[in-house]
């Protein structure tokens, strides 16, 4: 705990722009683990629960854990561009795509599309209300100062 507040202290960032992810599996863990989360929650760092939808209790766990934000796993977004509308394949990725950006909403939650690939994908998930996505559709994996670069031509971009 203390060394998250030195780290936040050093960086000289505050605690609610720190996002730790953690996966199903990690936050269930233990009392301790969640004690742990639960004080850096208080502190004000937020949680993602990472590849949300895979596990076997994602509902339970969004009572237990201080979740700020829910990423929708990729196994969810792999093809729904693809599908045709009125196939099962198509009406259950979608169904389970819509129906965890709208549990989020009613519980106060960011969402989050994970593996977006494509500009069909993103389509279709602002379509299902997505508004924020991962994936090598939206930027590479990048080092700390490429990053910082880019968003410095994005907010420039943006500007103008």
């Known amino acids: 705990m203390a060394d998250v507040q030195a780290a936040l202290d050093d960086a000289g960032l505050p605690a609610d722009r720190l996002v730790l992810e953690l996966t199903e599996s990690a936050a269930l863990r233990g009392q301790q683990v969640s004690s742990t989360l639960y004080r850096l929650h208080d502190l004000g760092v937020r949680m993602a629960l990472d590849d ?46 819509r129906a965890v950006v709208q549990l989020a909403r009613a519980l106060g939650l960011d969402t989050v599309a994970e593996g977006i690939e494509n500009q069909a ?27 910082t670069g880019l968003l410095a031509t994005q907010h420039l971009a943006s500007a103008l």
């Open 52 to 97: 949300f939808g895979t596990g076997e209790s994602s509902l339970s766990l969004l009572r237990a854990f201080p979740a700020a934000i829910i990423k929708l796993d990729k196994s969810f977004v792999d093809g729904i561009e693809l599908d045709e509308p009125g196939s099962p394949e198509a009406d259950a990725r979608q169904a389970v795509a």
């Open 121 to 147: 994908q993103a389509d279709r998930l602002l379509e299902l209300g997505y508004s924020l996505g991962q994936g090598y559709h939206l930027a590479r994996p990048m080092p700390a100062e490429a990053m």
